[in-house]
Structures are given as C-alpha cells and as structure tokens.
C-alpha cells in the first residue's frame, strides 16, 4: 500500500489529475467518432441514406 500513499501525495495528484482528464477526453472524442462512423456504415449498408432529411 506503499504506492497509494505515494500517488495521494498532494505533487503527485496535481499532474496525475489534469493529466487522466486530458487523456479522458481524447479517448470519449475518439469513441464518440468511431461509433458515429460505424452508424453511419451500418446505414448505408442498409440502404439508408444518411444524409437525407426527415422533413423534405
């Protein structure tokens, strides 16, 4: 349990912090545009024209 308490360390936590936060939104932007593009295949491959519009 020695490195708990030396990554609760008050130095530590100021870099380890906003670093997981940076890395954090990086990963959920990359998963956000792989799963946005996936859609967008499956409806093509579905017939589907996913840029068209409901209301015309």
Aim: hydrophobic letters at 50%.
């Amino acid at each position: 349990m020695d490195w708990l308490t030396q990554l609760l360390d008050p130095g530590i936590l100021a870099v380890l912090i906003p670093l997981v936060a940076i890395i954090g939104y990086f990963v959920l932007k990359g998963a956000r545009a792989y799963f946005r593009h996936a859609e967008r295949m499956e409806k093509i491959r579905n017939g589907i024209d996913p840029d068209a519009y409901d209301d015309e």
